[in-house]
T-cell receptor
Framework: GAVVSQHPSWVICKSGTSVKIECRSLDFQATTMFWYRQFPKQSLMLMATSNEGSKATYEQGVEKDKFLINHASLTLSTLTVTSAHPEDSSFYIC???????????FGPGTRLLVL | AQTVTQSQPEMSVQEAETVTLSCTYDTSESDYYLFWYKQPPSRQMILVIRQEAYKQQNATENRFSVNFQKAAKSFSLKISDSQLGDAAMYFCAQPGAGGTSYGKLTFGQGTILTVHP
């Protein structure tokens, strides 16, 4: 299957600061990327859908001003958690796909801890 | 709206035995895809198997197979000859409106599978 990377894999930050997470599609052009949030032993919760060159579409209840998503190229999408608070601590997963792919391909995830 | 239900929060199996994980879904699409993903302790999501609804034949990938009952909207995963490496959280998933393989996914609640040596 296709390979998707995420960076960083682990980040600790102070409350009030912003954190940027990168998601890269390494071997195919991803017209669409998704961002998920996952709490321990729970399912993945879709936060937003990002199409290359367009504004992201956020799911209901997700604050678009807090979780800024940029998908400026066919291989890179970024999620910026602005003014992070301890309740934003979670595991964030991205996935990438296109109409040529048989499914979404997931990155390895980023653990965010806000102190 | 699509819904996916996994009614077994946890399952366990002895090594080399067979286990079946259940999943039911709801969709208004006539043609769609269904997926099973595995999330091991590393938390990397891995595609286990996918099924295209228009295909009557159940999908199979080595020791993994599905029992797809379209009328009942049931999509169970059977793991044969279970191995210690199969221990993971398993998610059933279906795409949203349009039913395409590359659309946004709705996931079930997940089933934690423990494999005993």
């Amino acid at each position: 299957g296709a390979v998707v990377s995420q960076h960083p894999s682990w980040v600790i930050c102070k409350s009030g600061t912003s954190v940027k997470i990168e998601c890269r599609s390494l071997d195919f052009q991803a017209t669409t990327m998704f961002w998920y949030r996952q709490f321990p032993k729970q399912s993945l919760m879709l936060m937003a859908t990002s199409n290359e060159g367009s504004k992201a579409t956020y799911e209901q209840g997700v604050e678009k001003d807090k979780f800024l998503i940029n998908h400026a190229s066919l291989t890179l999408s970024t999620l910026t958690v602005t003014s992070a608070h301890p309740e934003d601590s979670s595991f964030y997963i991205c996935s990438a796909t296109s109409s040529f792919q048989e499914t979404q391909y997931f990155g390895p995830g980023t653990r965010l801890l806000v102190l | 709206a699509q819904t996916v239900t996994q009614s077994q929060p946890e399952m366990s199996v002895q090594e080399a035995e067979t286990v079946t994980l259940s999943c039911t879904y709801d969709t208004s699409e006539s043609d769609y895809y269904l997926f099973w993903y595995k999330q091991p302790p590393s938390r990397q999501m891995i595609l286990v198997i996918r099924q295209e609804a228009y295909k009557q034949q159940n999908a199979t990938e080595n020791r993994f197979s599905v029992n797809f009952q379209k009328a009942a909207k049931s999509f169970s995963l059977k793991i044969s000859d279970s191995q210690l490496g199969d221990a993971a959280m398993y998610f059933c998933a279906q795409p949203g409106a349009g039913g395409t393989s590359y659309g946004k996914l709705t996931f079930g609640q997940g089933t934690i599978l423990t494999v005993h040596p």
